[in-house]
DNA sequence: TTTATACTTGCGCAAATGTTCAAGTGAGAG
DNA sequence: CTCTCACTTGAACATTTGCGCAAGTATAAA
């Protein structure tokens, strides 16, 4: 299938490689997942779903003190979680309150932090 | 505590506030947390992980091949990826093979899978 | 209606990121 | 020794990112 046309490189193990294309997730699909894991790579973000986290629910002014940025910079972090599904709004009144989409939000926390503990 | 020093906002809950920042991480440990997540955020990292993945140890040729970037920039991942402790390498000969360092990541992929294919 | 408040959005900029190119390293073959 | 091969590294570059500013929307109060 020709592997040498990628790059010059010979010493390639094309069993490995062949058996590593047949396994691996799809393309669009690791592009999705790595999407998602950047929700999370940012500070700001990842104090915002932090704090959701620790309380359910909470409005943009609140987060914008936990988080210590611009309400600016915090909505715009805010839409950017909303368009991931991250997490949901519901407006009322003036505010509008944020929460968390899902719960498998936690589990990941939980095993990073086991990771980070480690070693 | 001063909470409108931050920013000009007058409609904060308090109570709210106050229980998130005493009961989210530290700053530090969420910093690290993000830088973590990095890893995972980008779609070569992310490929040469999956790829490791399935075929417990690979060379840089053959991840090459997979992920297909210039073998530089497959090299410069490795070294991001190593300095941050997610995979590990083992030179024979002319060779350097690299593989993940601990099992965590399965659990890790799999929660966010399970997120990704839901809705 | 006018004013204030809570939030959103487009724009521009500075900083960070990922890639390639080209040079360099080190091990093995000839 | 020289040459080749597998890989690493530094520099330059283009792209992406996250932020604040300033203007805009929508709701509510006066």
Do not use: P, W
Request: aromatic content about 6%; proline content about 0%; charged content about 30%.
């Amino acid at each position: 299938m020709g592997y040498e046309e990628v790059c010059g490189v010979t010493a390639v193990d094309r069993r490995k490689v062949g058996r590593v294309r047949r396994k691996m997730m799809a393309e669009e699909q690791i592009s999705r997942m790595a999407y998602f894991f950047q929700a999370f790579s940012d500070l700001t973000r990842l104090k915002i779903i932090l704090a959701l986290e620790v309380e359910k629910e909470l409005c943009v002014c609140d987060l914008t003190m936990v988080v210590g940025v611009s309400m600016s910079a915090v909505s715009h972090q805010l839409r950017y979680l909303r368009n991931l599904g991250v997490v949901k709004n519901r407006k009322q009144g003036k505010m509008v309150y944020y929460s968390l989409k899902d719960e498998h939000i936690k589990e990941l926390i939980h095993t990073v932090t086991e990771h980070i503990h480690e070693e």
